[in-house]
């Protein structure tokens, strides 16, 4: 009997002492874009119950910092690398909290509302959590910094990432092979923080959904994440703009929605 892919995620992350699946997820994101380094300090916004903050400690080779942030209290172990502050993303006081004094390399919000059923409700607290997460981020991240944010598909796509367009280097759309298919949770990745407010148009932006790899035909050798059959890379309806990104891998994708 074949075991679904979702279900190899959690027991491998059970075996390898994760206490979430959602670990996979960052895993294939730093795969692809290399976001963690020894030495760094990463904010981890919506922590609970702690893979992604565990994943980063390891991947920092006890150099670094990662401050865990999270409505529910996190059991973790006592690490020097972690601390955890249990509260709510909207009261963060930027430069008031003595975790969250000084500048950020990386920061991270897996974010998600407590769904309600009612998709459009979903969507815009989702929404509203990652732009919360986007305004802390330019609140403590270094020039040069990186961001990942988590966000339901939805009409209000577009301004999220117009405001990540303004404020990083480059934009990238991922849906990592560890995010269930049906849902409608994508990630946007933004590379290189600018110290200036960007305009929105001069940022290259590329999706992957690494369901498969293949060779880039652009760029020979090059490996580049591909969706070929993504059935569920977005949502029939979404707002996205199929045709307004790099044509490796995000064509073929909308073409299986
Ligand atoms: C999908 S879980 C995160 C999983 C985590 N990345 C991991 O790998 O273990 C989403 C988390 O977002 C948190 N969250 C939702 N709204 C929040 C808020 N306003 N402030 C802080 N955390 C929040 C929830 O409490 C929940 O623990």
Redesign the pocket.
């Known amino acids: 009997m074949s075991r679904r892919p979702q279900d190899h995620y959690g027991h491998r992350a059970r075996r390898e002492g994760?206490?979430?699946r959602?670990?996979y997820?960052?895993q294939a994101i730093d795969e692809r874009y290399r976001l963690f380094h020894p030495g760094m300090r990463v904010l981890?916004?919506?922590?609970?119950?702690?893979?992604?903050?565990?994943?980063v400690a390891e991947r920092l080779r006890g150099r670094g910092q990662v401050v865990a942030?999270?409505?529910?209290r996190l059991a973790l172990a006592p690490s020097s690398l972690i601390q955890v502050l249990q509260?709510?993303?909207?009261?963060i006081e930027v430069g008031v909290e003595p975790f969250l004094r000084g500048a950020f390399d990386v920061v991270?919000s897996?974010?998600?509302?407590?769904t309600t059923g009612n998709r459009t409700v979903d969507q815009a607290r989702s929404f509203n959590?990652f732009m919360?997460a986007l305004e802390v981020a330019q609140g403590v991240l270094k020039e040069g910094g990186a961001f990942v944010g988590?966000i339901f598909q939805g009409p209000d796509f577009e301004e999220a990432r117009a405001a990540m367009r303004a404020a990083f280097a480059e934009v990238r759309v991922a849906k990592p092979p560890a995010s269930r298919k049906e849902s409608i949770e994508v990630f946007l990745v933004g590379l290189r923080k600018q110290g200036r407010e960007k305009s929105p148009d001069d940022s290259p932006e590329e999706h992957f959904e690494d369901k498969e790899t293949q060779r880039s035909k652009e760029k020979p050798g090059e490996e580049v994440f591909v969706s070929v059959r993504g059935s569920a890379c977005f949502e029939k309806g979404a707002q996205i703009a199929f045709d307004d990104a790099s044509p490796r891998g995000f064509g073929e994708c909308a073409k299986e929605v």
């Not at 509260?87 to 009261?91: G, I």
């Not at 897996?110 to 407590?114: G, R």
Request: net charge negative; glycine share 6%.
């Open positions: 994760y206490p979430a959602s670990v997820k960052l981890d916004l919506g922590a609970a119950p702690g893979s992604w903050t565990l994943y942030v999270d409505l529910q509260m709510d993303v909207f009261a991270l897996d974010m998600a509302p407590s959590l919360r988590k």
